[in-house]
């Protein structure tokens, strides 16, 4: 009994780090960017679109201050006051996630108001994705015995999960070749109905490829096949399993900031309610960072599963890398290397064989240029009009320099700054020509359970480091 009392004190009186307070402030700049960017997206705002953008960078560079092990020590004195204000904002901000999912119930879809459209559109966000359409469709034509990746259809899959076809992904061809930077809903309401006279022939206009790895299908199989009928409750059971299991391994001390982190982080579980594909592939990419250096092919092991999953876990894997290997060496990392692709292997390999262009194709359709700008960085100048760019080659060649930049600096100071390296594995797809604010729902997280083991020290650490040869 005593030793349960004292464990509820140390939970309820945490660590007074300044770099763990600043977490729950950085949530609600992280929101309020999400916010703004969705309220230019829907009103189609350049103000609002440049709000937006602004935000989005003051969130990563706070971000980047978290990661600092200086942090603490430049923040010195303010815990006595951050500590109320980030626990009361944490409450807030969870009690705000009730109402946010509650409110698109009680609007009347009459109603033509900002605020109405901007909660039909959060009504129309609690439902399935293109994305999800398709990796449950590819569930199904599985247990058909067909290939996944051959059978996709967008149309069908959105006749079967009641999708809204706004929120399909248009191509810039046939109809929409002359529409920038987005086509209209009329165009697109158009395209849509022609293809509900066919439905088992996609029109070019619209995406209609498999675009994630095969692991995104296979990890949810079993549970559909065993009467799960909603993908999102395979989501929702994986996301808190990894952060209940990021609390639980969290040092003595640190638990309760992880724990309000996590519930305070309302665009993971919006992403979730949404059935974002990337929900999938966050679990496995918060453990795989979180036990590094406590069970590292264990950890190599969720890291290949991630990257088998969805690509934007392919953005983490060169820091991933750098970090194990600046820190016990060449020869754990090589090994590291060599289980992450046997995994992502050992998901992909079967439709490699049987249809290797078609595998490629649909992995790689992202990364097309043929797809419309959408984004929260530097893309949005072109979006609202500023700029006069209707290509995305600067915006590739920009990521690319970033990405590259931010791999050389990680190199140079993994071992001074290891933690940065969550941060600057997003950075270059803020300069992409799809910078989707969904691909920034997660990483913060990982982020935050990293920094509550740094903060508590080594010695708080329950887990030995593996044996390196």
């Known amino acids: 009994m005593t030793r349960a009392v004292a464990a509820l004190r140390t939970f309820f009186s945490p660590v007074s780090s300044p770099r763990l307070m600043l977490f729950i402030p950085a949530v609600l700049l992280k929101l309020t960017s999400a916010g703004i960017s969705g309220a230019a997206y829907v009103l189609d705002s350049g103000p609002l679109y440049i709000a937006g953008m602004v935000l989005w960078c003051m969130w990563i560079a706070l971000l980047f201050v978290i990661a600092m092990p200086q942090s603490d020590k430049w923040l010195r004195g303010t815990s006595k006051w951050l500590k109320p204000v980030s626990l009361g904002l944490a409450w807030i901000l969870i009690i705000v996630g009730v109402v ?15 605020f109405a459209r ?35 259809n967008i149309v069908t899959a959105t006749l079967r999960f009641g999708n809204p076809f706004e929120y399909l992904t248009p191509v810039r061809t046939g109809r929409f070749a002359d529409s920038f930077p987005y086509p209209s809903d009329a165009l697109l309401k158009q395209v849509w109905d022609d293809a509900l006279q066919n439905p088992a022939q996609a029109p070019p206009e619209i995406e209609s490829h498999l675009n994630y790895p095969a692991a995104c299908f296979l990890l ?15 989501y929702l059971g994986a996301v808190v ?12 001390g640190t638990r309760l900031w992880v724990l309000a982190g996590s519930l305070a982080s309302l665009e993971i579980w919006q992403s979730v309610a949404a059935g974002e594909t990337g929900s999938l592939a966050f679990p496995f ?45 060449w020869k754990q990392a090589c090994r590291a290397v060599a289980l992450v692709g ?3 292997l050992a998901f992909n390999i ?3 064989a049987q249809s290797p262009g078609l595998w490629l194709e649909s992995i790689l359709s992202p990364l097309r240029g043929d797809f419309f700008p959408l984004g929260v960085g530097p893309v949005t100048l072109s979006m609202a009009g ?23 600096w990680y190199w140079r100071n993994a071992r001074r700054y290891p933690l940065t390296g969550v941060v600057l594995a997003v950075i270059p797809l803020f300069f992409a020509w799809r910078s989707a604010w969904w691909y920034f729902f997660y990483f913060d997280v990982i982020l935050l359970a990293m920094v509550a083991w740094e903060v508590a020290g080594e010695k708080a650490l329950r887990f030995s480091a593996p044996h390196h040869a």
């Open 220 to 234: 949810p199989a079993p549970l559909l096949a065993a009467g799960v009928g909603d993908l999102r409750w395979i």
């Open 285 to 329: 990419l918060l453990l795989g960072w979180l036990l590094w250096k406590r069970n590292l092919w264990f950890s190599a092991l969720c890291v290949g599963i991630a990257c088998a999953t969805k690509q934007t876990a392919w953005f983490f894997l060169p820091f991933y890398l750098i970090l194990v290997c600046r820190s016990v060496g």
């Open 241 to 252: 399993l990894a952060m209940a299991a990021a609390v639980v391994l969290s040092p003595a």
């Open 100 to 114: 946010e999912f509650a409110a698109p119930a009680v609007i009347k879809g009459g109603d033509d108001g900002v």
């Open 118 to 152: 901007l909660m039909q559109e959060q009504s129309h966000n609690l439902r399935y994705n293109d994305g999800t359409a398709l990796v449950h469709q590819a569930a199904d034509n599985l247990f058909d015995g067909e290939n996944p990746y051959a059978s996709a």
């Open 342 to 344: 046997g995994v992502f």
């Open 350 to 352: 079967a439709f490699i």
């Open 386 to 408: 500023y700029i006069d760019v209707r290509t995305p080659v600067p915006f590739t060649i920009a990521e690319i320099a970033v990405g590259a930049g931010a791999i050389v």
